[in-house]
């Protein structure tokens, strides 16, 4: 009898293994198939970001797009359309808060250069003129006479010559430069005196734009080195 229970008992551990393999299995893939318990929190999957070129990256949160800024030109130079560059340097002024400054001459003129000159070597100045105004040089030579677009303003007596203007374009002032002379080249209170004059802080408590009394659509006959002939 002993030996027949123990017969039995020998033959029945293969099959337990194989039962707690069985269940073990079923037990597993039901765990699957059923997905996350109540208790249990779905894994955190980063989705993965694939840019476009040129896009904006999405990561480096809201940027701004620069604004482009006037270039003034460094000479007086025939190719420029003046016309173009004053309205880049009215855009310029309403963003900057300046008012604009149209100087007409060429590169055959001498007190046009020595006019440069004269604001090279006064450091002071120039930061009054850079901190007030927007600079456009006209070309008016026989390269290119711009003869549309001077008749717009009053005439010229001689080179170089100045128009202050508003940021809207106004005239406010036409200004010869023989009056800001002293010799062969400028004297540096008169030119001050007139920057201050017609800088934006002073004309937007007047609002008044001076003109010189004489047609301003009538230009006379000029040679480029800056002389006048009416």
């Known amino acids: 009898m002993w030996a027949v229970r ?5 033959n029945q551990k293969p099959m337990n293994t194989v039962i707690r393999v069985l269940a073990a299995w079923s037990v597993f893939f039901g765990t699957c198939q059923q997905g996350p318990t109540q208790n249990q929190k ?6 993965k970001v694939v840019l476009i070129p040129g896009a904006r990256d999405p990561s480096q949160g809201e940027t701004e797009t620069p604004l482009a800024t006037y270039t003034p030109a460094e000479k007086y ?4 359309d003046p ?5 880049g340097a009215r855009a310029e002024a309403l963003r900057t808060h300046r008012n604009v400054i149209l100087e007409v ?11 440069d000159e004269f604001f090279r070597g006064s450091p002071d100045l120039e930061v009054l003129l850079e901190q007030n105004y927007v600079l456009v040089k006209v070309n008016v030579s026989e ?8 008749l717009r ?18 005239l406010i002032y036409s200004q010869s430069t023989k009056s800001l002379k002293n010799g062969k080249s400028y004297n540096l209170k008169r030119f001050e ?6 800088a934006p802080k002073v004309q937007s408590a007047t609002r008044q734009y001076l003109t010189l009394p004489y047609n301003a659509h009538k230009i006379g006959k000029l040679n480029y080195a800056g002389v006048a002939h009416w």
């Open 77 to 80: 130079d025939p190719r420029r």
């Open 193 to 198: 005196d007139a920057l201050k004059r017609f």
């Open 6 to 10: 123990s017969a039995a008992r020998n």
């Open 105 to 115: 001459g060429n590169e055959e003129c001498v007190p046009c250069h020595a006019m």
């Open 143 to 150: 390269a290119s006479e711009n003869r549309n677009f001077i």
């Open 83 to 87: 016309a173009a560059d004053l309205a």
């Open 153 to 170: 303003f009053p005439r010229i007596a001689s080179y170089p010559h100045l128009f202050f203007l508003d940021s809207d374009g106004k």
């Open 42 to 47: 779905p894994p955190n999957i980063t989705p």
